[in-house]
């Protein structure tokens, strides 16, 4: 089997596409990396499907792009962009007669279906500082609560708990312990997240509910006043924005609560104008669908257009109200995404998608769209609604079925129902990865949510030591996409499920991984390269994987390993290698004649900065070396 590093090359990224987002009918250009070892291409083509009919437009070899690597030849082609989403892929006949196609998916010599083809839309892209964040996701009732918690009269649904009191992770008691974390809290510890180089706070829902997770909204008016209310919001924003981070909201599409204002007014009662906002299934309008049957989630039905009004339509809106003076959101995060405006044989989820979309670029252009998808979301996210999913399919499991310890519990594997936990090699997490990202298009992957763990898994230290995290971390800082980090993975905290893993932080306790995140996020922040940069692979085996992140301007060589692992790549393929950005655990990277060695001992973790004439090709300012094995 040929080699990883051997293969053709192209994706979406400015390295080989340098247009970002083309106009429909303008021209389209493209790069390929055709590798000498792969073998001498007589003529290439790029198939682009034109209203449904497959075109041909001959490709062309070109000047070689500068500091991507020698050993290499570089070909170039250009197309008409004939609808929104537009799919091509790349026909490659050698000269010896043997004929390839390449796709997203892969080299292969079988013609792939046109699912797998690269994509490339004319939909407005995200902002431009999305693409460089390090997200911090935060569970307000457990990260920090301020004095003025203590003030604040306890509701009749909630059973106060002490700080260190342990989590309720069972029974009906779970969304009632109340340990009375506030927004204000948040404030307070701003600085802790400076540490870590968050850039972008993600906070689950701030509206009034009946539950400490808040997603069971009783109305979206106003900030939860057991958060510190509308004011507490307005001061969180405003500072978190004096020192350059931004903060993005939750927003439930697919249900209310029970309690909410619009479900209480149309029960039992048909005239109500919210009649219409929920799927009732008797006349008396005293019985409705739920999300999963759970009753204080009445499913929201999106054929209504005074719903539709109300909630996500225009800037009076209750999505567009959070996005404006004086709160000021960046963004949102919207919860249940791939169920929304879906039930049986109706299916609303793109519209609500659209008009999502519209009311934020029309009234708060710059702000940005993640979206909550549990499974293959390729049919979701093409850029025109929803910008960015939350990765559990592509990058999320497939780490944890690699770099989990085996425990022999597999009850509690994100829900899957495993008789036995999967065991995944790092070439195994790189055909899921490339599986579940390749019908993106690059302006989606850019985005997509990395998370290790959320506050609806397990705890990945659960079941993986700090090693293993660390490495965990690596790949989600240094993968195409957004480095989620969940309040309290520096802290090392445990979990077995989503609702145990929500456990208040240990302040006055040492977070361990301080350190080694914030190295991290530094030196993502720092490079262009891992928040734009192409994504290469060149190595994966039972043990460990290796990729290149590139501009033209900037390349860096990354390295995970789960144990013990020796290789070798042609120095052509990538280049020569400078100090280590960061580094952790027992790696080294030998410079010999015609091929670079890497080795590790154990667990291990390192990016090289690739260097030309022995200088880096750009030296991204990421204080030098930073060895995460002291963190």
């Known amino acids: 089997m040929t080699s990883l590093h051997a293969l053709p090359h192209h994706d979406g990224s400015e390295l080989y596409a340098p247009v970002r987002t083309p106009v429909l009918g303008g021209r389209y250009a493209v790069r390929l990396r055709i590798p000498t070892e792969f073998g001498r291409i007589e003529s290439a083509a790029v198939r682009v499907v034109s209203d449904g009919e497959p075109c041909f437009y001959a490709m062309a070899a070109s000047e070689p792009v500068t500091g991507t690597g020698d050993g290499c030849e570089w070909w170039t082609g250009e197309f008409d962009i004939p609808n929104p989403v537009t799919r091509y892929r790349f026909l490659l006949n050698t000269v010896d007669g043997d004929a390839w196609w390449l796709s997203a998916d892969g080299v292969d010599r079988i013609e792939p279906t046109d699912n797998r083809d690269f994509r490339v839309t004319t939909f407005d892209p995200a902002p431009e500082w999305a693409a460089s964040q390090v997200m911090y996701q935060i569970f307000p009732d457990r990260f920090a609560r301020s004095a003025a918690a203590d003030d604040r009269a306890l509701p009749d649904w909630a059973q106060h708990a002490d700080w260190t009191a342990p989590v309720i992770s069972t029974g009906p008691d779970t969304s009632r312990q109340w340990f009375g974390g506030d927004l204000d809290g948040i404030v307070e510890h701003l600085d802790h997240l400076e540490r870590l180089g968050v850039t972008l706070i993600y906070l689950t829902p701030f509206f009034p509910a009946r539950s ?3 997603y069971d909204a009783s109305t979206f008016e106003v900030v939860d006043p057991l958060l510190g209310g509308d004011a507490a919001l307005i001061r969180l924003v405003e500072a978190a924005h004096g020192r350059g981070m931004r903060v993005i909201g939750d927003l439930t599409t697919n249900h209310t609560g029970a309690a909410h204002e619009w479900f209480t007014a149309a029960l039992g009662n048909p005239s109500a104008e919210e009649s219409d ?3 009732w299934t008797n006349p008396q309008q005293t019985e409705y669908v739920a999300w999963y049957g759970v009753p ?3 499913k929201l039905d999106w054929a209504s257009d005074t719903l539709c009004r109300r909630f996500i339509e225009g800037p009076e809106s209750v999505l567009a109200k959070w996005l404006q003076p004086p709160f000021n959101l960046d963004g949102w995060r919207i919860d249940v995404a791939n169920m929304t405006g879906r039930l049986r044989d109706v299916d609303l989820n793109r519209e609500v998608q659209r008009t999502v ?16 998808s549990t499974n293959d979301a390729a049919g979701d996210f093409d850029g025109e609604g929803w910008q960015a999913p939350m990765s559990y399919s592509a990058f999320t499991r497939p780490v944890w079925h690699w770099l989990r310890e085996p425990s022999g519990d597999p009850a509690h594997h994100f829900g899957i129902p495993f008789r036995v936990e999967p065991r995944y090699s790092a070439a195994d997490v790189v055909k899921s990865y490339r599986n579940f990202t390749a019908p993106y298009p690059w302006a989606v992957r850019e985005l997509a949510m990395n998370a290790i763990d959320t506050h609806d898994t397990p705890r990945f230290a659960q079941q993986a030591d700090d090693a293993a995290q660390i490495v965990a971390a690596g790949l989600s800082m240094t993968l195409p996409g957004t480095p989620v980090i969940f309040a309290g993975d520096e802290f090392g905290l445990h979990g077995t499920h989503g609702e145990d893993s929500r456990t208040p932080l240990p302040w006055g306790t040492t977070p361990r991984l301080a350190d080694a995140y914030g190295g ?5 922040v720092a490079s262009r390269a891992l928040q734009r940069g192409g994504l290469r692979w060149l190595h994966a085996d039972d043990e460990c994987m290796i990729f290149v992140r590139e501009t033209s301007e900037e390349a860096l060589l990354v390295f995970a390993s789960s144990g013990a692992a020796t290789v070798e790549l042609p120095r052509v393929a990538v280049g020569a290698v400078g100090e280590a950005a960061v580094s952790f655990g027992d790696t080294a990277a030998e410079q010999l004649a015609d091929v670079i060695r890497i080795t590790s001992t154990g667990l291990a973790f390192a990016v090289w900065h690739v260097v030309e004439d022995g200088e880096p090709v750009a030296q991204a ?11």
């Not at 991290?520 to 993502?524: D, F, T, V």
């Open 520 to 524: 991290l996020a530094r030196l993502r």
């Open 296 to 298: 204080s989630l009445p």
């Open 212 to 214: 400490n997770h808040r």
């Open 621 to 631: 300012d990421a204080g030098r070396l930073v060895d995460l094995a002291r963190a």
């Open 277 to 279: 906002f929920y799927y």
């Open 357 to 372: 979309r519209q009311t934020m670029d029309t009234t708060a252009p710059g702000r940005v769209l993640y979206a909550e």
